[in-house]
Structure formats: C-alpha cells, structure tokens
T-cell receptor
Framework: DTAVSQTPKYLVTQMGNDKSIKCEQN?????MYWYKQDSKKFLKIMFS???????INETVPNRFSPKSPDKAHLNLHINSLELGDSAVYFC???????????????FGPGTRLTVL | AQKITQTQPGMFVQEKEAVTLDCTYD???????LFWYKQPSSGEMIFLIY??????QNATEGRYSLNFQKARKSANLVISASQLGDSAMYFC????????????FGKGTKLTVNP
C-alpha cells in the first residue's frame, strides 16, 4: 500500500553513463514532481508534471529528461552522468486544490545517486 | 521570489520537553501555503503539518502545532512532549503561488532529543 514509490533506492554508477529512476504513485494524484537534495541537505525542485504535461522545468541541464507515461508515473532519465549529479532524488505527488485536494506533497523514499 | 529562512542549523531538547523550530518566509503573494516536513536519518521526507495563508487558526496535528504569525511572516513549528524518535532534520517549505505548486524549502534544522 505504498503511496509514492521509487526505484532504485541506491544507484552507483560511473561518470558518463546514462541511468533512469522510476517513480510511481497510487494516490490518484494529478501532479508529480522531482526534487534534488544536495550534500548539504538542500532540497530544490527540478520538474513538475500535471496530468502528463510538463509544467515546471527549473533550469535543469538538458541531460535530465523527465518522462510521464501516465499520471501515476514520472520517470527521470539522466544522460552523461557527472560527479555533480551525486545527490538524493525525491519524487513527490499532490492533488490539485481545484480537484478537491489539499495541495500537500507526499514524497517517495528517495534515490541516492552516487557518480564515481 | 519566494524565500524560506530557517536560522537554527541545530537544536537540542530534553525528552518530554517542548521545542520550537523557527521559520520565516518572504512572499508578496497574499495566497500561499506553509508546510513542515521531517526527515529522519533513514532519509524519507514525512509531511507533518500545513498552514494556509487564509487560515484563521493555527494548525495542529497531534504533538505538532504551527505558530503562524502572518504579520511577522513566521511559521514556527512547536513540538510538544519531545520523544527520542523526534530526532531528525526538519524542513519548512512554502508553496509558491501562481499555480506552479512547487515547494520552496528552507535549509532545515537538525533536532536532537536527549534522553
């Protein structure tokens, strides 16, 4: 009965590789997000999708490409990984206030990405 | 631009005592939402409490309450009767207005509950 799930939980890879992180939510929410938490624990929005449409893209390098096959899934693909990409990536979801939601964002468990 | 400030990098409290974690925010929009999240050492982000800018009363959720002072632009989290399991990072966040719904986070406060 996991609400927001992410796979994998840990990802260790070499510089230059391409990797993907998957996210799924079973809350019936309309909006999904990707956040990055750096080594100093600072959290920053990367992307947001509403009903499979991109609505936020926060000056993220185009090596990062989100994909939403349906409103329950939002995957993150990263090309040509760099050392600076090492971080914890969180997926989150929320229900629009206009659709009766509370706007609260619920987070997945995070994916710790380490680029060597 | 919206901004969240948490001025306490670390806080210590004795078990069973109350503790207040500070949060101030900056926005020019009259409609916004304020959130607190807990991040234990295991890493997950746990939603604790929400306060809307138009809410007349301070939000409460069990041992958590939010001391919302709109004129001062502060939204401090009060944890009553601290427990050892409350030791964690605590993040204050604001929903950016304008329909984007993104959260802007503060830098967090690390709370340690001593036995």
């Amino acid at each position: 009965d996991t609400a927001v799930s992410q796979t994998p939980k840990y990802l260790v890879t070499q510089m230059g590789n391409d990797k993907s992180i998957k996210c799924e939510q079973n809350l019936g929410h309309d909006t999904m997000y990707w956040y990055k938490q750096d080594s100093k624990k600072f959290l920053k929005i990367m992307f947001s999708y509403n009903n499979k449409e991109l609505i936020i893209n926060e000056t993220v390098p185009n090596r990062f490409s989100p994909k939403s096959p349906d409103k329950a899934h939002l995957n993150l693909h990263i090309n040509s990984l760099e050392l600076g990409d090492s971080a914890v990536y969180f997926c989150a979801s929320s229900q629009d206030v206009a659709r009766g939601g509370t706007d609260t964002q619920y987070f997945g468990p995070g994916t710790r990405l380490t680029v060597l | 631009a919206q901004k969240i400030t948490q001025t306490q990098p670390g806080m210590f409290v004795q078990e069973k005592e109350a503790v207040t974690l500070d949060c101030t925010y900056d926005t020019s929009d009259p409609s916004y939402g304020l959130f607190w999240y807990k991040q234990p050492s295991s890493g997950e982000m746990i939603f604790l409490i929400y306060q809307g800018s138009y809410d007349q009363q301070n939000a409460t959720e069990g041992r958590y309450s939010l001391n919302f002072q709109k004129a001062r632009k502060s939204a401090n989290l009060v944890i009553s009767a601290s427990q050892l399991g409350d030791s964690a990072m605590y993040f204050c966040a604001m929903r950016a207005p304008g329909g984007s719904e993104k959260l802007v986070f503060g830098k967090g406060t690390k709370l340690t509950v001593n036995p």
